[in-house]
């Protein structure tokens, strides 16, 4: 029996972003699965756009001070499939297996699948130079650290049971001494210590089917 999945898109006041990644999804994506867009209180003309899609499922972030941690977390609570695919607003997908391949990775003892590396996309000769330096440097980072490589989520698929049976959210209030808590790094640090498969995704993997641009690089990149 094929899983059930939500894919979980979180909107910041990022409209031209979040159209994008919506058009690409609906397009691309072929297997039976549901959209939930999180709006955290963006207050303009992308709350319209969102009210406005009649295939995707909207929940509008009420608290005080939103992030992108507990938007993730009131999608988790919203979702009842077998599996979460949290994807960024400028994570634009761009083959019709896309789905499927990361669903390939799944097996029964692996909660996670998703990348370290933060900007997926086609490069050319210099700038995979380029992409390669950045990854070793943030290996060593975390070889220093003493942690694995933390997954970025722009685009990671998560079992649902993680929350549900382990308890485990993206709002966490602990904090990993050194280290910023990012989204999604204590659920990872969780899986690692406690023997659960997590499966790592290279640039190359990821590339043929789907983009994710950074904006902090973004200056820094030549099109090939």
């Known amino acids: 029996m094929f899983p059930s999945v939500s894919i979980v898109v979180v909107n910041c006041k990022t409209l031209k972003q979040t159209r994008l990644c919506l058009r690409s999804i609906r397009k691309y994506t072929h297997y039976p699965c549901e959209t939930i867009v999180v709006d955290n209180d963006s207050?303009?003309?992308?709350?319209?756009?969102?009210?406005?899609?009649?295939?995707?499922?909207?929940?509008?972030?009420?608290?005080?001070?939103?992030?992108?941690r507990n938007a993730l977390d009131l999608?988790?609570?919203?979702?009842?499939?077998?599996?979460?695919?949290?994807?960024?607003?400028?994570?634009?997908?761009?083959?019709?297996?896309?789905?499927?391949?990361?669903?390939?990775?799944?097996?029964?003892?692996?909660?996670?699948?998703?990348?370290?590396?933060r900007v997926i996309m086609p490069l050319n000769v210099l700038n995979s130079m380029g992409a390669r330096w950045k990854r070793n440097k943030l290996e060593k980072r975390?070889?220093?650290k003493g942690a694995p490589p933390k997954i970025i989520t722009h685009c990671v698929l998560y079992r649902h049971k993680l929350f549900t049976k382990h308890g485990q959210?993206?709002?966490?209030?602990?904090?990993?001494?050194?280290?910023?808590?990012?989204?999604?790094?204590?659920?990872?640090?969780?899986?690692?210590?406690?023997?659960?498969?997590?499966k790592m995704l290279s640039r190359?993997?990821?590339?043929?089917?789907?983009?994710?641009?950074?904006?902090?690089?973004?200056?820094n990149i030549k099109w090939p």
Request: aromatic residues 10%; charged residues 20%.
């Open 75 to 117: 999608a988790i609570q919203a979702s009842n499939k077998d599996l979460i695919a949290a994807i960024h607003s400028d994570t634009f997908v761009c083959s019709h297996t896309w789905l499927e391949t990361l669903l390939s990775h799944i097996d029964d003892n692996t909660m996670i699948v998703g990348s370290q590396d």
């Open 169 to 198: 959210s993206f709002d966490h209030l602990q904090w990993i001494d050194g280290l910023y808590n990012d989204a999604g790094e204590l659920i990872q640090r969780y899986c690692e210590a406690n023997g659960y498969g997590i």
């Open 142 to 144: 975390w070889l220093i």
């Open 204 to 219: 190359r993997d990821l590339a043929p089917l789907l983009w994710h641009f950074e904006a902090a690089v973004l200056s």
């Open 43 to 68: 207050r303009d003309e992308s709350v319209e756009y969102l009210r406005g899609l009649s295939w995707i499922r909207l929940l509008e972030n009420s608290v005080q001070k939103p992030t992108h």
